[in-house]
């Protein structure tokens, strides 16, 4: 069984970094593109940041440019979140995703794999 696993998330102070990890347990998705999402309780999950196979970044969420950065290292079948400058807004179970069907890189409906979450929670 194919499996996601994240990793990293913490309660932190505004203005405080974290890093997030995600590992594979395929090299499978190595060929194809990876993100992030985050889901707070009674929204929609929303597309944080994408990237590419070969490390080109897909997308941005507007809330985040500037602050987070993704990247990937398909040695260890592996995707990254460096988030710096956090704000309490930032709070949120963060997923990574996978099996990109096609489409809408931003829509969680267009992803066919996905983490249990990691927790983020950033306090004022």
């Known amino acids: 069984q194919v499996r996601l696993v994240e990793s990293g998330g913490g309660s932190v102070q505004a203005g405080e970094s974290l890093r997030l990890s995600c590992v594979a347990s395929t090299s499978a998705y190595n060929t194809n593109s990876m993100a992030w999402f985050r889901q707070s309780p009674g929204a929609e999950r929303e597309g944080v940041a994408g990237?590419?196979?070969?490390?080109?970044?897909?997308f941005y969420a507007d809330s985040v440019k500037g602050r987070f950065t993704i990247s990937r290292d398909d040695d260890k079948n592996a995707v990254y979140l460096e988030m710096n400058n956090l704000k309490p807004e930032d709070t949120a179970k963060y997923y990574c995703?996978?099996?990109?069907?096609?489409?809408?890189?931003?829509?969680?409906?267009?992803?066919?794999?996905w983490g249990q979450g990691t927790q983020v929670t950033v306090s004022s």
């Open positions: 990237i590419r196979s070969g490390g080109s970044i897909a």
């Open positions: 995703a996978a099996a990109f069907h096609g489409g809408n890189l931003r829509s969680a409906s267009q992803w066919g794999a």
